[in-house]
């Protein structure tokens, strides 16, 4: 009967794999597949690694083939079908609705970016959104005014609001500029209601003068 070659490790995993099978942490298959090569690079025979580490023969020989294929990121456990991964929906929630670092450079999150920073799915991110109704882009802030007598002119309005003295006129001044004020101005002239009368077009603008309107 022939007797399989050792197998080669590849540089740094002599170590490595010495360390997965010490170690208490890692999952037991994974600390097997590791024993599985160190055993096949001594040049035992797959038969006695078998009897050594409590699996079948053809056991060592799948894993022996998969190292030499892979190295030892090929012991891993491959990702199975079926069932798939649950996520933690409030983990997920959570960080949505705290701001993004400021190092991303951006002021809310966006499904794809979220999914990146989570290392989870854009679909999952997008799935959670929504089903909890999240729209991160849409969230409203409100700016307090700097104005040193805000609060005397809050009290003013709305004491007028409360109690109108007779006869009481109530003033809005337009603060925008002058370009906000022309664009009303336009929006006023031309009367969804009313098609403006192409006679009275100007030349230059096509909007309507006609002074009746």
């Known amino acids: ?3 399989a ?6 540089p740094g995993d002599d170590s490595a794999l010495g360390a997965l099978v010490r170690s208490s942490s890692v999952p037991a ?7 599985i090569v160190l055993l096949a690079a001594e040049g035992l025979p797959n038969a006695e690694i078998a009897r050594r580490v409590g699996v079948t023969r053809q056991t060592v020989i799948s894993w022996r083939a998969r190292y030499q294929a892979g190295g030892a990121a090929a012991l891993e456990d491959l990702a199975r079908s079926g069932r798939p991964p649950v996520h933690d929906e409030v983990a997920v929630v959570v960080a949505t609705l705290e701001p993004p670092p400021a190092k991303l450079g951006v002021t809310h999150w966006s499904a794809r970016l979220l999914a990146t920073h989570l290392g ?9 959104w929504r089903k909890w109704k999240l729209q991160p882009w849409r969230v409203e802030t409100f700016t307090f005014s700097t104005d040193p007598e805000l609060d005397a002119k809050v009290r003013d309005v709305v ?3 409360l109690q109108p003295p007779e006869n009481a006129v109530v003033v809005c ?4 500029g002058r370009a906000g004020a022309r664009h009303r101005s336009m929006e006023r002239r031309v009367s969804p209601a009313r098609p403006p ?3 009275c077009a100007s030349p230059r603008t096509g909007l309507s003068t006609d002074s009746s309107q």
């Open 5 to 10: 070659a050792a197998v080669v490790l590849r």
């Open 197 to 199: 009368n192409p006679a």
């Open 173 to 176: 001044v337009d603060e925008s």
């Open 29 to 35: 298959g994974l600390a097997q597949r590791a024993r």
């Open 120 to 128: 989870v799915s854009f679909a999952t991110v997008a799935r959670i």
């Open 159 to 161: 004491g007028l609001y």
């Open 1 to 3: 009967m022939s007797v």
